[in-house]
T-cell receptor
Framework: SQQGEEDPQALSIQEGENATMNCSYK?????LQWYRQNSGRGLVHLIL?????REKHSGRLRVTLDTSKKSSSLLITASRAADTASYFC?????????????FGSGTRLQVQP | KAGVTQTPRYLIKTRGQQVTLSCSPI?????VSWYQQTPGQGLQFLFE???????NKGNFPGRFSGRQFSNSRSEMNVSTLELGDSALYLC?????????????FGPGTRLTVT
C-alpha cells in the first residue's frame, strides 16, 4: 500500500516558472525523500530531509517538512524543459530494525519551453 | 563508479512461465531492494536484501522471490507468471543498513506477460 498521496497528480507550467508539489503521509517517519523519474526509466534521488529538519535546499530545489501535518512540499525554482518528469515522495520508517521506503503516487510535471 | 545495472532491460513472457531478473548494485553497496511499478498500483516494495539476508518483504505472493549473492548481486524470480505481473521492475542499491535508506536505482526491466 502507498503511504503518500501527492498533489497535484499533474502539473503543467512554462519554462522559468516555479513548480510546487505536495506530499502527505500517514505514519511517523524517520525521513522523507524526493525522487525524479523520467518516462519509464529508473528513479533518481533528489533530496532527503530528516524528521527533525524543517527545510532543506539543494540547487534549485527546496523541500519543506511539517511533521505535525504529516506533509512535505518540493519547490523547483526557475523550471527548465529538462525538469519534465514524474516526481515521487518516499517516506522511510523503521520498525523493529526493519526499514521500509514507501513511495507516493507521484506528480507528473510538464515544463513547456 | 558504475551505476546500478539490470538485465535484461526488456522481456516478454507467456502466462504460466517463470522469469529471473538480475541486478548488480553500485560497487560497495551491500543493500539491494526491488520494486514493482505499474500504472495502477504505482511503486510497490518487493523486498530488501542486505549481506545475503532478506531484511524486509513487501505484500506480494510467494511467487515472487529473491536472493543475494556474496558479491551483493541480486536476482528476483517470479514463478507462474500472471498477466498482472506485467510491470517495470526496479532494483535499487543503498550504501548502508542505516535509516537514511537513500536509494540508487537501475534503469529497470520491463516485463510483459502475454
Amino acid at each position: 500500500s502507498q503511504q503518500g498521496e501527492e498533489d497535484p497528480q499533474a502539473l503543467s507550467i512554462q519554462e522559468g516558472e516555479n513548480a510546487t508539489m505536495n506530499c502527505s503521509y500517514k505514519t511517523s517517519i524517520n525521513n522523507l525523500q524526493w525522487y525524479r523519474q523520467n518516462s519509464g526509466r529508473g528513479l533518481v534521488h533528489l533530496i532527503l530531509i530528516r524528521s527533525n529538519e524543517r527545510e532543506k535546499h539543494s540547487g534549485r530545489l527546496r523541500v519543506t517538512l511539517d511533521t505535525s501535518k504529516k506533509s512535505s512540499s518540493l519547490l523547483i525554482t526557475a523550471s527548465r524543459a529538462a525538469d519534465t518528469a514524474s516526481y515521487f515522495c518516499a517516506t522511510v520508517t523503521m520498525d523493529t530494525g526493519r526499514r521500509a521506503l514507501t513511495f507516493g503516487s507521484g506528480t507528473r510535471l510538464q515544463v513547456q519551453p | 563508479k558504475a551505476g546500478v545495472t539490470q538485465t535484461p532491460r526488456y522481456l516478454i513472457k507467456t502466462r504460466g512461465q517463470q522469469v529471473t531478473l538480475s541486478c548488480s548494485p553500485i560497487s560497495g553497496h551491500r543493500s539491494v531492494s526491488w520494486y514493482q511499478q505499474t500504472p495502477g498500483q504505482g511503486l510497490q516494495f518487493l523486498f530488501e536484501y542486505f549481506s545475503e539476508t532478506q531484511r524486509n518483504k513487501g505484500n506480494f505472493p510467494g511467487r515472487f522471490s529473491g536472493r543475494q549473492f556474496s558479491n551483493s548481486r541480486s536476482e528476483m524470480n517470479v514463478s507462474t507468471l500472471e498477466l498482472g505481473d506485467s510491470a517495470l521492475y526496479l532494483c535499487a542499491s543503498s550504501p548502508s543498513a542505516g535509516n537514511s535508506y537513500e536509494q540508487y536505482f537501475g534503469p529497470g526491466t520491463r516485463l510483459t506477460v502475454t
